[in-house]
């Protein structure tokens, strides 16, 4: 079974454009988060979020928005899509960020490419 | 504030010899430091991580990495490489006293090639 998994893998749409990228984890875990791959291979944070509290890296645009329905569910919306968001997006959870193990490791999900044209 | 460095970008080895991936870290309280693995268009996978007790930590697939708190370096290393360790290394880090929530800081990555 999937630990981590992402939806769509693949995403191709104009700038301009609204779109979601969707991640689910079966881990149990209570810590979702959502990192930006460029073309570099450099992984930078984008949030952080349990059902406390949300983190955002303050260098996030605010087009970017995360929406938790549940806890085994992050997805990520994004507005008025720009040629610089063409990355991979890839979504990752974790158990007890807050509550006593912030020394827990990641399980990533496999990735979203996206391209925007 | 907390940032890593992985100053290699690519690290070249024969398959059979030791291999080392260097890392060095930068954060105002103690750190927790991981290392994850990502093979081509696949998500990241953990290899390794320091909390805390013995420097030396040991992980997956044999490798291992070292913590030296007075160099601020937590390089993986692995006696033995092989032609399937192919891929990139990250090298990430949190800062425990200092960090809210679990926000991982990563390295740059370094492309990890291992000729037969």
């Known amino acids: 079974d999937t630990a981590v998994s992402q939806t769509p893998k693949y995403l191709v749409t104009q700038m301009g454009n609204d779109k979601s990228i969707k991640c689910e984890q079966n881990?149990?875990?209570?810590?979702m988060y959502w990192y930006k791959q460029d073309s570099k291979k450099f992984l930078k944070i984008m949030f952080s979020y349990n059902n406390k509290e949300l983190i955002i890296n303050e260098t996030v645009p605010n087009r970017f928005s995360p929406k938790s329905p549940d806890k085994a569910h992050l997805n990520l919306h994004i507005n008025s899509l720009e040629l610089g968001d063409s990355a991979v997006y890839f979504c990752?959870?974790?158990?007890?960020?807050?509550?006593?193990?912030?020394?827990?490791?990641?399980?990533f999900g496999p990735g979203t490419r996206l391209t925007v044209l | 504030a907390q940032s890593v460095a992985q100053p290699e970008d690519q690290v070249n080895v024969a398959e059979g010899n030791p291999l080392t991936v260097k890392c060095t870290y930068s954060v105002s309280g103690n750190p927790y430091l991981f290392w994850y693995v990502q093979y081509p268009n696949r998500g990241l996978q953990f290899l390794l991580k320091?909390?805390?007790?013995?420097?030396l930590v040991k992980g997956s697939y044999g490798f291992e990495a070292e913590f030296n708190k007075s160099q601020t370096s937590f390089h993986l290393k692995k006696p033995s490489a092989l032609v399937s360790d192919s891929a990139l290394y990250f090298c990430a880090v949190r800062d425990m006293d200092n960090n809210a929530g679990n926000m991982l800081t990563f390295g740059g990555g370094t492309r990890l090639m291992v000729k037969p």
């Open positions: 990752a959870s974790s158990q007890d960020a807050l509550s006593g193990g912030p020394y827990n490791e990641q399980f």
């Open positions: 320091y909390i805390t007790g013995d420097n």
């Open positions: 881990l149990g875990h209570d810590t």
